[in-house]
Protein backbone atom coordinates (compact mmCIF):
# COMPACT_ATOMS: atom_id res chain seq x y z
CA UNK A 1 0.00 0.00 0.00
CA UNK A 2 2.86 1.99 0.80
CA UNK A 3 4.44 1.79 -2.66
CA UNK A 4 1.08 2.41 -4.64
CA UNK A 5 1.09 5.54 -2.71
CA UNK A 6 4.03 6.82 -3.49
CA UNK A 7 3.20 5.96 -6.98
CA UNK A 8 0.48 7.85 -6.79
CA UNK A 9 1.60 11.17 -5.18
CA UNK A 10 4.57 11.30 -7.52
CA UNK A 11 4.25 10.75 -11.60
CA UNK A 12 8.24 10.69 -12.03
CA UNK A 13 8.54 7.75 -9.52
CA UNK A 14 5.89 5.64 -11.28
CA UNK A 15 7.56 6.44 -14.85
CA UNK A 16 10.91 5.21 -13.53
CA UNK A 17 9.34 2.16 -12.12
CA UNK A 18 7.25 1.40 -14.60
CA UNK A 19 10.75 1.94 -16.98
CA UNK A 20 12.78 -0.60 -14.67
CA UNK A 21 9.94 -3.05 -15.54
CA UNK A 22 10.42 -2.64 -19.22
CA UNK A 23 14.18 -3.42 -18.78
CA UNK A 24 13.26 -6.44 -17.01
CA UNK A 25 13.55 -5.58 -13.22
CA UNK A 26 10.25 -7.61 -12.23
CA UNK A 27 9.03 -10.09 -10.11
CA UNK A 28 8.45 -13.58 -11.22
CA UNK A 29 5.21 -14.61 -13.13
CA UNK A 30 2.75 -14.13 -10.82
CA UNK A 31 -0.47 -15.98 -9.34
CA UNK A 32 -3.37 -14.92 -7.38
CA UNK A 33 -2.78 -15.85 -3.45
CA UNK A 34 -4.51 -19.29 -3.20
CA UNK A 35 -7.13 -19.41 0.07
CA UNK A 36 -9.31 -21.97 1.19
CA UNK A 37 -12.71 -21.29 0.63
CA UNK A 38 -16.00 -23.74 0.50
CA UNK A 39 -16.31 -25.61 -2.59
CA UNK A 40 -18.75 -23.80 -5.25
CA UNK A 41 -19.41 -25.46 -8.77
CA UNK A 42 -18.28 -23.30 -11.06
CA UNK A 43 -17.97 -23.23 -15.16
CA UNK A 44 -15.56 -26.04 -16.24
CA UNK A 45 -12.06 -23.41 -17.25
CA UNK A 46 -11.58 -23.53 -21.36
CA UNK A 47 -10.27 -20.13 -23.11
CA UNK A 48 -11.31 -19.00 -26.61
CA UNK A 49 -9.58 -15.80 -28.29
CA UNK A 50 -11.31 -12.37 -28.58
CA UNK A 51 -10.86 -12.35 -32.36
CA UNK A 52 -12.39 -8.99 -32.48
CA UNK A 53 -11.68 -5.96 -34.68
CA UNK A 54 -10.11 -4.37 -31.52
CA UNK A 55 -6.25 -3.14 -30.93
CA UNK A 56 -5.74 -5.73 -28.63
CA UNK A 57 -6.06 -9.56 -28.47
CA UNK A 58 -6.59 -12.03 -25.96
CA UNK A 59 -8.30 -15.28 -24.56
CA UNK A 60 -10.92 -15.08 -22.35
CA UNK A 61 -13.17 -17.47 -20.57
CA UNK A 62 -15.61 -19.76 -23.19
CA UNK A 63 -18.41 -19.24 -20.72
CA UNK A 64 -18.02 -15.87 -20.51
CA UNK A 65 -19.42 -12.94 -23.09
CA UNK A 66 -17.67 -10.35 -24.46
CA UNK A 67 -20.13 -6.91 -24.63
CA UNK A 68 -19.66 -3.50 -25.50
CA UNK A 69 -18.88 -0.86 -22.82
CA UNK A 70 -22.31 0.94 -22.23
CA UNK A 71 -21.07 3.28 -19.83
CA UNK A 72 -19.64 4.93 -22.52
CA UNK A 73 -20.39 4.41 -26.21
CA UNK A 74 -17.78 6.97 -27.55
CA UNK A 75 -15.40 4.48 -26.39
CA UNK A 76 -15.06 2.03 -28.86
CA UNK A 77 -12.13 0.11 -27.73
CA UNK A 78 -13.78 -0.33 -24.05
CA UNK A 79 -15.29 -3.93 -23.42
CA UNK A 80 -16.68 -6.56 -20.33
CA UNK A 81 -16.48 -9.66 -19.91
CA UNK A 82 -19.46 -10.69 -18.58
CA UNK A 83 -20.17 -14.21 -16.71
CA UNK A 84 -23.20 -14.90 -16.62
CA UNK A 85 -25.01 -16.28 -13.81
CA UNK A 86 -21.94 -15.38 -11.83
CA UNK A 87 -23.10 -11.24 -12.00
CA UNK A 88 -20.11 -10.75 -13.15
CA UNK A 89 -18.14 -8.39 -15.41
CA UNK A 90 -14.47 -7.35 -15.72
CA UNK A 91 -14.61 -3.95 -17.44
CA UNK A 92 -11.70 -3.23 -19.89
CA UNK A 93 -10.87 0.25 -21.15
CA UNK A 94 -8.82 1.21 -23.23
CA UNK A 95 -6.34 3.85 -24.45
CA UNK A 96 -3.83 5.04 -27.41
CA UNK A 97 -0.47 6.39 -26.35
CA UNK A 98 1.10 6.87 -29.81
CA UNK A 99 4.23 7.64 -28.57
CA UNK A 100 2.98 10.77 -26.33
CA UNK A 101 4.51 10.91 -22.58
CA UNK A 102 2.54 12.97 -21.40
CA UNK A 103 -0.23 10.75 -22.28
CA UNK A 104 1.26 7.54 -20.78
CA UNK A 105 1.68 9.28 -17.17
CA UNK A 106 -1.95 10.54 -17.55
CA UNK A 107 -2.74 6.90 -17.83
CA UNK A 108 -0.97 5.57 -15.64
CA UNK A 109 -1.76 7.94 -12.92
CA UNK A 110 -5.75 8.00 -13.03
CA UNK A 111 -5.28 3.94 -13.22
CA UNK A 112 -3.36 4.25 -9.58
CA UNK A 113 -5.63 6.44 -8.37
CA UNK A 114 -8.77 4.56 -9.31
CA UNK A 115 -7.12 1.35 -7.16
CA UNK A 116 -5.49 4.01 -4.36
CA UNK A 117 -9.46 5.47 -4.04
CA UNK A 118 -10.51 2.10 -3.08
CA UNK A 119 -7.78 1.41 0.00
CA UNK A 120 -10.26 3.42 2.27
CA UNK A 121 -12.41 0.61 2.52
CA UNK A 122 -9.92 -2.39 1.69
CA UNK A 123 -8.42 -4.14 4.98
CA UNK A 124 -5.94 -5.78 2.95
CA UNK A 125 -4.39 -4.93 -0.34
CA UNK A 126 -1.49 -7.63 -2.35
CA UNK A 127 0.23 -5.21 -5.22
CA UNK A 128 2.69 -7.21 -7.59
CA UNK A 129 4.69 -5.85 -10.88
CA UNK A 130 5.14 -8.28 -13.63
CA UNK A 131 5.90 -8.97 -17.43
CA UNK A 132 3.51 -10.88 -19.63
CA UNK A 133 5.09 -13.36 -22.16
CA UNK A 134 4.73 -10.90 -25.01
CA UNK A 135 7.13 -8.38 -22.91
CA UNK A 136 4.75 -5.78 -21.85
CA UNK A 137 5.04 -4.40 -18.04
CA UNK A 138 1.48 -5.14 -15.88
CA UNK A 139 0.57 -4.44 -12.36
CA UNK A 140 -2.39 -6.12 -10.43
CA UNK A 141 -4.04 -5.16 -7.29
CA UNK A 142 -5.78 -7.57 -5.60
CA UNK A 143 -8.42 -6.02 -2.56
CA UNK A 144 -9.88 -7.43 0.27
CA UNK A 145 -13.09 -6.35 2.25
CA UNK A 146 -16.17 -5.15 1.15
CA UNK A 147 -14.57 -3.29 -1.41
CA UNK A 148 -16.56 -2.27 -5.35
CA UNK A 149 -13.97 -3.75 -6.88
CA UNK A 150 -11.50 -6.30 -5.74
CA UNK A 151 -9.35 -7.14 -8.42
CA UNK A 152 -7.71 -4.69 -10.79
CA UNK A 153 -4.65 -4.73 -13.29
CA UNK A 154 -3.12 -3.00 -16.04
CA UNK A 155 -1.08 -3.68 -18.97
CA UNK A 156 1.31 -1.38 -21.44
CA UNK A 157 3.80 -1.53 -23.58
CA UNK A 158 4.53 2.05 -22.41
CA UNK A 159 4.98 3.67 -25.94
CA UNK A 160 1.67 2.90 -28.16
CA UNK A 161 -1.00 0.79 -25.81
CA UNK A 162 -2.38 1.07 -22.29
CA UNK A 163 -4.96 -1.75 -20.68
CA UNK A 164 -6.95 -1.57 -17.73
CA UNK A 165 -9.16 -3.84 -16.28
CA UNK A 166 -11.22 -3.87 -12.78
CA UNK A 167 -13.52 -6.62 -11.71
CA UNK A 168 -17.70 -5.74 -10.38
CA UNK A 169 -20.08 -8.23 -9.16
CA UNK A 170 -23.79 -6.50 -9.92
CA UNK A 171 -24.85 -8.11 -6.75
CA UNK A 172 -25.39 -6.86 -3.22
CA UNK A 173 -23.98 -10.52 -1.54
CA UNK A 174 -20.99 -9.56 0.60
CA UNK A 175 -17.68 -10.29 -0.94
CA UNK A 176 -17.16 -13.37 1.78
CA UNK A 177 -19.82 -15.22 0.22
CA UNK A 178 -18.47 -14.13 -3.26
CA UNK A 179 -14.79 -15.89 -2.73
CA UNK A 180 -14.81 -18.56 -4.62
CA UNK A 181 -16.24 -17.01 -7.75
CA UNK A 182 -13.56 -13.80 -7.01
CA UNK A 183 -10.53 -16.42 -7.32
CA UNK A 184 -12.19 -18.66 -9.88
CA UNK A 185 -12.01 -14.81 -12.04
CA UNK A 186 -8.88 -13.78 -10.81
CA UNK A 187 -7.15 -16.78 -12.48
CA UNK A 188 -8.81 -16.17 -15.78
CA UNK A 189 -7.56 -12.66 -15.25
CA UNK A 190 -4.10 -13.30 -14.97
CA UNK A 191 -4.84 -16.04 -18.18
CA UNK A 192 -5.93 -12.82 -20.07
CA UNK A 193 -2.84 -10.72 -18.99
CA UNK A 194 -0.36 -13.43 -20.01
CA UNK A 195 -2.21 -14.04 -23.34
CA UNK A 196 -2.77 -10.57 -24.34
CA UNK A 197 -1.32 -9.22 -27.94
CA UNK A 198 -1.41 -5.88 -28.68
CA UNK A 199 -2.09 -4.83 -32.41
CA UNK A 200 -1.77 -1.84 -34.26
CA UNK A 201 -5.23 -1.84 -35.58
CA UNK A 202 -7.64 0.86 -35.75
CA UNK A 203 -11.21 1.13 -35.68
CA UNK A 204 -12.85 2.08 -39.19
Known amino acids: MFFLKKLY????LAICWLALVVMGACSEDY?????GYNRIDLPERDFVSLNKNLPYD???SAYAQIERDSFNLDEETWTNVHYPGLEARVHLTYKE???DEELFKTYLNDA???TFKHQVKAYGIDEAVLMTPKGYSGFVS??????????Q???TDSTQHFLRGALYFQTAVKNDSLAPIIEYIKVDMMHLMNTLSFENVRLK
Not at 9 to 12: C, K, W
Open 153 to 155: FFV
Open 31 to 35: LPKPT
Open 97 to 99: ING
Open 9 to 12: QNPA
Open 142 to 151: ELSGEVPTQF
Open 112 to 114: MSL
Open 58 to 60: FEH
